[in-house]
Structures are given as structure tokens and as C-alpha cells.
């Protein structure tokens, strides 16, 4: 729903605004400069903001009362947060704030060119900024504020919906809201109040409707296939999943959050060499401070490489790469995260085989600990202090 915004990014870059301010005719209709506004946005993606923003910056400058600069700028923001997560807090929100003043001057400036008789583009811009705003809004918790700005989002996009060329791009949009408006439901019971001011979603037509994104749209494909990669996830379609990460990883290497979901469903794949040597990539770029490459990218990179040594009885090295993840979880707050109970239990494994029955002791019980009575990982740990005793 929040990232209705994207369909409407990429297409904002295809504009040839030439004329009056708020000229009439939809820039979207305007596709002579597809191939050129697409390399910009590709730089984003690519996590070249510099040369990605002197860009977006040219557009403000040339087209000032247009809300596609500001709207460009604000995207680009966006990404930057998307890859500061683990930062300290005074950082992202100085981040947040940014973001939030760069879709505010978009909302002001969509108004304007809407008023004039620009419904399209306005509209879109319009949709867009607020599902933007929605979606940051929803990761900070704030739900009251975000449905406000989904419900302003979604009275926009019904607009765009009456021009036939931009069905792709609406399927992209509709196939978020209906997939996650019933996936919030589900978990996030306590906000189904919220959800019910929205119409009813519809997760497998959802699902459909962003695969017809991701193969027909022009605009959207990467926010598309960014999307389905993370829904083929979360629905245990794993070979789907990693094809599209692999896709969004060789296209954009640079893009740290492409490159931990494929490492990630690499191993959920079974490919545990791959996902070794794509981790390892990962804690080299960390080290070398490569923007986008925090802590919680470490942290599960480590996991990985540590079930390879476990997988090769290399325990030594499991034994680093396993405590490594554990000291990251503690820094980072995610103590109570799978991979840091998993590195636990399979260090009490270690030490258990090894014959370092009080070491084994420690880890198992850091396991119980850590996790649920009933889950099945605590009963496993329950029944090893059992053998220990």
C-alpha cells in the first residue's frame, strides 16, 4: 500500500516538462526520455546517490514548480533510510525529517499542478507522496498518522486508475494494498480498526497482480520484483524468491539490502556455499565502512559463514563466526532474534560433542532464555541440559 509511491517515481522520470508550469498534458504520457530518466533511477537503486541526486537536482532547477525534483530527492532520501537501519537514532531521524520535508514540498506542489488541470500528474505525485509518507510513518509505529496518509494515497490513486496507460504501474499499486491490507491483519491484529477504514484486500489476487507488474511494467519492474521477492519469502516459494534476488543483486551490487536477501535466501535455499561466499562479500564491504553495510548485515553474514564451518565440522571457525553473531544481536538489541538463539543452541552443540560440558551448559541455557516455552528450539535445549545433568 505505502509503496504505491514507487509506481509513480520511475514514471515521473520520463517527463519532458516543457512548456507552462503546470502544463495540462500528462508528463507521464511523455516517454521519449524512458531511457535516460531510467539510469538515474537506476544509479539510486544502485545506492550511487551523488551522481543519482546531481541529476534530480537539475530537474529542480529546470522545473521548479513541478513536484517530480522533489519528489525524486525524496525517494532518493528514502532509500538512504532504508539502508541505515542499525544507525544511531539521532541519524535516522534526521533522515526521517528530511524525507518527510522533501514529500511535504511534493504534496504542496501536486496540489498546485492538479488545481491547474494537470489530474494525472498531480494525482499521481499526490498518491505517491502520501503512500511515502504512510509507509515511514507505519515502520515508525506511528498507525493513526500512517492510515491518514494511506486513505489520502488510495483517494489519488483512483484517479490515475482512469487512464488506461497506466495500468501496470496500478497493478503494482493495487497488489500491495490488497496483499498487505490482509497481511497486516494477520499479524497485527490490534490494528485491524485501522485496517478496516480501507477496502477489503485480497493477498492472492495481490500476489498476481505484482507478478503482472513485475513482468509488463516499464516503471515499477525493480519496486515490483523488489516486493514479490519479499512476499515469495515470506510464503516459503523459495526458488522464486531467490530468483528474483538474484536479479536485483547482479543488476544493482551495490545495494545492500538486495545483496542480504539474496545471501539470506540463498541459505533458505539449501545453498550454503553460495550463501557463504556472498556473506563473506558482505563483512568485507563492512569493514570497509561501504555505506549501506551496518551491523545487522554483519551480524547475519556471520551466521552464515558459521553454519558453512559447522556444515564442513570446521568448529573452530563456527565457533568465531557463531560468537561474532551473538556479540552484534547484544550491540544491536536483536539478542532475541533466530539468529542469535540459533547461534546459541549450535554452540552449545559444539561444546556438548567436544566434551565442554560446562561450556554446552551456558549456551543451552541462554537458549531457554532467549526464547518461548513452547517453541521447539527451547524444548531441544531443555532435553540437552537434561543429557548434561
Not at 505517491?128 to 498518522?145: N, P, Y
Amino acid at each position: 500500500m505505502h509503496k504505491i509511491i514507487i509506481t509513480k517515481i520511475l514514471i515521473l522520470s520520463v517527463l519532458n516538462l516543457k512548456g507552462s508550469d503546470f502544463d495540462t498534458i500528462s508528463i507521464l504520457k511523455k516517454i521519449d526520455l524512458q531511457i535516460e530518466s531510467t539510469s538515474s533511477i537506476n544509479k539510486m537503486y544502485n545506492f550511487q546517490f551523488d551522481d543519482a541526486e546531481k541529476e534530480f537536482l537539475w530537474l529542480s532547477q529546470e522545473y521548479k514548480n513541478h513536484p517530480l525534483p522533489s519528489f525524486l530527492l525524496g525517494l532518493s532520501m528514502w532509500w538512504k533510510i532504508d539502508a541505515s537501519s542499525g544507525k544511531a537514532e539521532k541519524i535516522t531521524k534526521n533522515l526521517d525529517n528530511k524525507f518527510l520535508a522533501q514529500m511535504d514540498k511534493t504534496i504542496d506542489k501536486a496540489y498546485d499542478v492538479y488545481k491547474e488541470g494537470n489530474k494525472i500528474d498531480g494525482a499521481f505525485f499526490l498518491a505517491a507522496s502520501f503512500a511515502f509518507k504512510g509507509r515511514l510513518l507505519a515502520d515508525r509505529k506511528k498507525w493513526t498518522q500512517s492510515a491518514l496518509s494511506g486513505r489520502n494515497a488510495i483517494k489519488y490513486l483512483k484517479e490515475i486508475k482512469k487512464n488506461d496507460m497506466m495500468i501496470p504501474e496500478i497493478d503494482f499499486g493495487n497488489g500491495l494494498f490488497n496483499y498487505y491490507s490482509v497481511w497486516i491483519s494477520d499479524k497485527y491484529p490490534l490494528l485491524k480498526p485501522l485496517v478496516k477504514l480501507f477496502p477489503e484486500g485480497d493477498k492472492l489476487k495481490g500476489i498476481e497482480q505484482l507478478e503482472n507488474a513485475s513482468g509488463n511494467s516499464f516503471y515499477t519492474r525493480t519496486e515490483a520484483q523488489f516486493f514479490l521477492m519479499r512476499i515469495y519469502l515470506s510464503e516459503r516459494k523459495l526458488s522464486k524468491a531467490l530468483q528474483l534476488s538474484k536479479y536485483l543483486h547482479d543488476t544493482y551490487p551495490n545495494n545492500s539490502i538486495f545483496h542480504k536477501y539474496y545471501t539470506q535466501i540463498l541459505y533458505q535455499n539449501g545453498r550454503i556455499s553460495e550463501a557463504f561466499l556472498s556473506a563473506r562479500d558482505i563483512i568485507k564491504k563492512y569493514k570497509l565502512n561501504t555505506f549501506g553495510y551496518n551491523q545487522d548485515e554483519a551480524r547475519i553474514s556471520h551466521f552464515f559463514i558459521g553454519e558453512y564451518y559447522f556444515a564442513k565440522m570446521d568448529y573452530k571457525n563456527a565457533v568465531i563466526n557463531y560468537e561474532k553473531t551473538i556479540e552484534l544481536a547484544e550491540i544491536s538489541g536483536k539478542e532475541k532474534l533466530g539468529y542469535s538463539f540459533y547461534s546459541h543452541y549450535y554452540l552449545g552443540k559444539i561444546y556438548f560433542d567436544m566434551g565442554d560440558f560446562k561450556k554446552s551448559k551456558v549456551y543451552f541455557k541462554n537458549v531457554v532464555k532467549l526464547t518461548n516455552r513452547k517453541d521447539e528450539l527451547n524444548q531441544r535445549a531443555k532435553l540437552n541440559l537434561k543429557k548434561i545433568k
